[in-house]
């Protein structure tokens, strides 16, 4: 059996990324599994996918592992490098042009059924009993950008009420984000998690299980999140091919920085 047959969960969560990446879009992401996925885009999938970064710096394609957003590993292989202000005006420009060609990926603790996100505390915002970093940029990506979710699927992390909003989803349903002063017309496009692909309902804007792994089930997917979900559209997605695990290991993340493999017996 080949080394690469066999794969990790983060591995098919990265493949899943990179298959929900199209061709021509303006890809913003951070590090970790969206970084992996996207460079696997960028290198195998759809190679003329843009990946960028708030930190200003366009189109990159990074020969190593990037440690954060204004690693030097970025700057290196990059089309442009702007200033951070540049980056804002960017997606806000976007959006003003009624354009569709960025989508970005965020995270978080905690998450609903709407897509809204939580990173800021866990417990009462004044008193939490957990503070995290914060929004850093997704607040405002959430606002003016569509967004594809990163999350662990886990019943404490997917919640029918979050403890705070952080990055707004579809707020409370259809129209909820045109009552709170948002676009409309952005908003979160899926959840890609270690367990399968959550989607968004056209009209109620409520989660619904559109994919899950040859690892996972539908059955998994619901004893997991904290909620009730529709999985009756749910398909099996294929996993990765071998040259995808090779790509991954062997050229993208060949030092685990990101993607841990299990030691060997």
Not at 86 to 94: P, V
Not at 200 to 219: G, H, I, N, Q, V
Not at 230 to 238: E, F, G, K, T, Y
Request: proline share 6%.
């Amino acid at each position: 059996m080949s080394e690469y047959s066999n794969y990790t969960k983060q591995e098919m969560q990265a493949y899943a990324i990179a298959k929900n990446i199209q061709e021509n879009q303006i890809v913003i992401v951070g590090t970790g599994l969206p970084l992996i996925g996207a460079s696997l885009a960028k290198r195998v999938v759809c190679p003329s996918c843009h990946p960028i970064v708030e930190s200003g710096l366009m189109d990159c394609a990074p020969i190593e592992v990037p440690r954060s957003v204004g690693d030097n590993r970025f700057m290196a292989h990059c089309a442009v490098q702007w200033p951070n202000i540049r980056f804002i005006g960017f997606e806000a420009n976007e959006w003003l042009h009624n354009e569709d060609r960025l989508i970005a990926f965020i995270g978080g603790a905690q998450i609903d059924p709407y897509g809204n996100v939580n990173s800021t505390s866990i417990g009462d915002y004044h008193n939490p009993k957990t503070r995290f970093t914060g929004s850093g940029g997704a607040n405002g990506i959430a606002t003016y950008c569509n967004t594809i979710i990163m999350m662990q699927h886990q019943k404490r992390r997917f919640m029918d009420k979050i403890d705070y909003i952080t990055s707004c989803g579809w707020m409370d349903g259809p129209g909820g984000r045109e009552r709170a002063g948002l676009p409309g017309n952005r908003g979160p496009q899926m959840v890609v998690t270690d367990l399968g692909i959550m989607k968004f309902d056209e009209d109620t804007k409520r989660m619904y299980l559109a994919y899950y792994y040859p690892f996972s089930s539908p059955e998994m997917v619901q004893e997991n999140t904290g909620f009730e979900v529709d999985v009756s559209r749910a398909q099996l997605m294929d996993g990765p091919s071998e040259e995808i695990i090779r790509v991954i290991r062997e050229e993208i993340d060949p030092g685990q920085v990101f993607i841990k493999l299990p030691k060997k017996k």
